[in-house]
Nanobody, 126 residues
Framework: VQLQASGGGLVQAGDSLRLSCTASGRTFSSHVMGWFRQHPGKEREFVAAIIWSGSRTVYSDSVKGRFTISGDNAKNTVYLQMNSLKFEDTAVYYC????????????????????WGQGTQVTVSS
């Protein structure tokens, strides 16, 4: 299974970016997809997830109201629309996927995901 993320870049504070990620694999079917991010020198942190069953979405408090996760279950594709970007959103963003469903709280744990993308850099200048 491969997760291919794209859409990162350099923007100014207040701008928007949209990240995309597609999971591919002959027999892979995702049940949860999401995004984590890692600031320089810090551990990876949860950003958002979408649980296809019921199309439930989960967000970290730091991005709630500014970021929107969406996607297409049939295409194993997830998007992260990031609005009102702040300097502190600067990080490497990782796409993640899980092949079984999860409770909302479990979707926040990095250990819940068996598949990780290579990361895409988002840089927000102040």
């Amino acid at each position: 299974v491969q997760l291919q993320a794209s859409g990162g870049g350099l923007v100014q504070a207040g701008d928007s970016l949209r990240l995309s990620c597609t999971a591919s694999g002959r027999t892979f079917s995702s049940h949860v997809m999401g995004w984590f991010r890692q600031h320089p020198g810090k551990e990876r942190e949860f950003v958002a997830a979408i649980i296809w069953s019921g199309s439930r979405t989960v967000y970290s408090d730091s991005v709630k109201g500014r970021f929107t996760i969406s996607g297409d279950n049939a295409k194993n594709t997830v998007y992260l629309q990031m609005n009102s970007l702040k300097f502190e959103d600067t990080a490497v963003y990782y796409c993640v996927a899980r092949s079984s469903s999860a409770y909302d709280n479990a979707a926040r744990w990095s250990s819940s995901y068996g598949y990780w993308g290579q990361g895409t850099q988002v840089t927000v200048s102040s």
